[in-house]
């Protein structure tokens, strides 16, 4: 059988600032006809299941952040590693003095101006069966308990994830062992700087969280499985796919960071699909966006994945296609 992905879902999170579902409290309750339900709001008696200065640097040294100029615009390209770890910090100096001296934050999604009950009832929608079936139904008796495994392992109630489509289990699974690594989007390039532009400097979104999570309506049931059961199979090789994602981004190396993507997408029509969706057309997008934005003029410092700045249809490459001097800081 042909892997949709190799590592893609590690690769995902480089490249989508989806909310972290391990986040979240889990509370166990029973309902008035004594049926157990695990839901993210407490209840009666409710039963707790989860619970969760700037460096000097080598000015020669090349960081993940390009100037684009053109007219009368700038735009400061940073790419973001959506979970992050204590040591990314301080960040290089180049950073955020091209922060400070920019009028507007530009983010892929402000996860600060989201509304926690219209996420909820998102999800619901989204990521959730609604036609009364769940996720045992559509997974193998293998795979089922291969998921049940990796749970326990978690601590995951696997009550919760049978509620849940392949692709959010998948995105599930990968952020609690990101969590047990360390990892956190609390220290999230895009996080860091979300915090940092409260009350001080516009926020600007390419996409928004509703629009990323729409994209994933758009993978078939038979992908959507796949997409699971290779996340069930490469889940222990995520510390060492984030220390080399980690020593690439630090160096500046758009290159070897387009190589992790190259390797993480298989040659298949399901993978192929899948980069172009979450890849190839959104770089594309929000090329046009950025362009729109600094044809008005002013200086914009913009966070997105780091795999959309990198490679030849990356948004660093558009822009230069478009005219734009290109400078990597």
Known sequence: MNHVLKLGVFALLLAMFIVAPAQARVFKCTDDFGVV???????????????????????????????????????FLLGSIHFGTP??????????????????????????????????????????????????????????????????????????????????????????????????????????????????????????????????????????????????????EGKAFFDKMLSFWSAGDAEGIQSMFDEGMMASDSGNRLNQLIMLDRNKRMTEKLHTLAEKGGQYFVVVGAGHLAGAEGIVARLKQRGYQIDQL
């Open 87 to 236: 040591q990314m910090y301080p960040l290089p100096a180049v950073m955020t003095s091209s922060f400070k001296k920019s009028d507007t934050l530009v983010v892929e999604a402000n996860i600060n101006n989201v509304d926690q009950m219209q996420l909820a009832r998102l999800l619901a929608s989204k990521a959730m069966y609604q036609d009364g079936s769940s996720l045992r139904q559509h997974l193998s008796a293998e795979t089922w308990h291969k998921l049940e495994q990796v749970a326990q392992s978690m601590a995951m109630p696997i009550e919760v994830l049978n509620q849940q489509k392949p692709w959010f289990v998948s995105m599930t699974l990968t952020a609690l062992a990101l969590k047990q690594l360390g990892f956190s989007e609390d220290k999230g390039i895009d996080a860091h700087f979300l915090s940092l532009a409260k009350g001080k400097k516009k926020v600007v979104e390419l996409e928004g969280m509703v629009w990323q999570l729409s994209l994933f309506d758009q993978l078939t049931p038979e992908e959507q499985v796949l997409m699971l059961e290779e996340s069930l199979r490469e889940l222990d």
């Open 37 to 75: 339900r695990f839901q993210d709001r407490s209840c009666a008696g409710a039963e707790v299941v989860i619970a969760h200065g700037d460096a000097d640097v080598d000015q020669a040294a090349k960081h993940f952040l390009w100037q684009a100029s053109a007219g009368k615009g700038t735009l």
